[in-house]
């Protein structure tokens, strides 16, 4: 378990998925400012963002709060009257890969 924000791990994991540490804020619902502080130790990651940041990069949310230091939280199971809002915040993350993709496509 990392004592402090694992900025290599996170951006080696972004690099195998050939995603942008902009991607990752958006995902997550979080400001590139944000995600800074958090890099840099300066914020914690909220449940919610641990479960976006483990969705994005395709590991378990106890593997995000290992390398987002002790105190990060691990989500809870989501109680189902808020499926809906879990599928709208999921649909508007594909959304932001979706045009990032398509900027970083060719022609």
């Known amino acids: 378990?990392?004592?402090f924000?694992?900025?290599?791990?996170?951006?080696?994991a972004l690099a195998e998925r050939g995603l942008?540490?902009?991607v990752l804020a958006a995902a997550a619902g979080m400001s590139e400012a944000e995600l800074a502080l958090a890099y840099k130790d300066q914020r914690e990651?909220?449940?919610?963002?641990?479960a976006a940041f483990a969705e994005i990069?395709?590991?378990s949310a106890a593997e995000v709060a290992d390398?987002?230091?002790i105190s990060t939280p691990a989500p809870r199971a989501e109680p189902a009257a808020d499926a809906l809002?879990?599928?709208?915040s999921l649909e508007r993350?594909?959304?932001v890969l979706e045009a990032e993709l398509a900027r970083l496509r060719p022609g």
């Open 1 to 3: 378990m990392a004592l």
């Open 5 to 12: 924000f694992d900025a290599a791990w996170f951006d080696a």
């Open 20 to 22: 942008s540490r902009a």
């Open 45 to 50: 990651l909220s449940a919610r963002e641990v």
């Open 57 to 59: 990069l395709g590991v």
């Open 67 to 69: 390398h987002a230091g």
């Open 85 to 88: 809002a879990r599928l709208e």
């Open 93 to 95: 993350r594909v959304a």
